[in-house]
Antibody, heavy 119, light 109 residues
Framework: QVQLQQSGPGLVTPSQTLSLTCAIS??????????WNWIRQSPSRGLEWLGR?????????EYAAFMKSRITINPDISKNQFSLQLDSVTPEDTAVYYC?????????WGQGTLVTVSS | EIVLTQSPATLSLSPGERATLSCRAS??????LAWYQQKPGQAPRLLIY???TRATGIPARFSGSGSGTDFTLTITSLEPEDFAVYYC???????????FGQGTKLEIK
């Protein structure tokens, strides 16, 4: 069964880059039937899908429109994981960040990482 | 962007009772709707996908129905572990977009 393990810092300084990693076990990041997502949750905005990466003969990256200019999601084939980078963060980016597997729905999810943006 | 509106915001019931949760979409999502359960400190867990199909390992007391813009999650005979927050989620093919409802908190009366 697929399991996702997140890692990354819980505190980021405003204007800097938020970076998180999601390690996959039980599947391959290069699977041609899977998709690898990042989702965040905050009290003010609820659950928000941020974007995904997936492989279908070539790599695809798709991002939520509201994030498009600041976000990068990359696969790491050698380590069987994928990453999230969010540039120029502000306190409004404070949230619990989740990675999740799925093309139409999200299952399973990582354990979540609370990221606080503060100086 | 398709907006999902869940009602009620909070539902107070007793164990053994029947729970009916609603999710309304701002435009048709066909049957591309899923339901999740979230308990404090945990990630959401997939319960229902394609409006009415239970995910692996989900008890039969959970059922989903609906199509188009109106959907319902029903939990027959509530167990103590069912008290949690429930979210609906839809997907749009193009542009690729996934949105969630704001949640319904199911609390013990």
């Amino acid at each position: 069964q697929v399991q996702l393990q997140q890692s990354g810092p819980g505190l980021v300084t405003p204007s800097q880059t938020l970076s998180l990693t999601c390690a996959i076990s039980g599947d391959s990041v290069s699977s041609d039937s899977a998709a690898w997502n990042w989702i965040r949750q905050s009290p003010s905005r609820g659950l928000e899908w941020l974007g995904r990466t997936y492989y279908r003969s070539r790599w695809y990256n798709e991002y939520a429109a509201f994030m498009k200019s600041r976000i990068t999601i990359n696969p790491d084939i050698s380590k069987n994981q994928f990453s999230l980078q969010l540039d120029s963060v502000t306190p409004e980016d404070t949230a619990v960040y989740y990675c999740a597997s799925g093309e139409r729905t999200f299952d399973p999810w990582g354990q979540g990482t609370l990221v606080t943006v503060s100086s | 962007e398709i907006v999902l509106t869940q009602s009620p915001a909070t539902l107070s019931l007793s164990p053994g009772e029947r729970a009916t949760l609603s999710c309304r979409a701002s435009q048709s999502v066909s049957t591309y709707l899923a339901w999740y359960q979230q308990k404090p400190g945990q990630a959401p867990r997939l319960l229902i996908y394609d409006a009415s199909t239970r995910a692996t390992g989900i008890p039969a007391r959970f059922s989903g129905s609906g199509s188009g813009t109106d959907f319902t999650l029903t939990i027959t005979s509530l167990e103590p572990e069912d008290f949690a927050v429930y979210y609906c989620q839809q997907r749009s093919s193009w542009p690729p977009e996934y949105t969630f409802g704001q949640g319904t908190k199911l609390e013990i009366k």
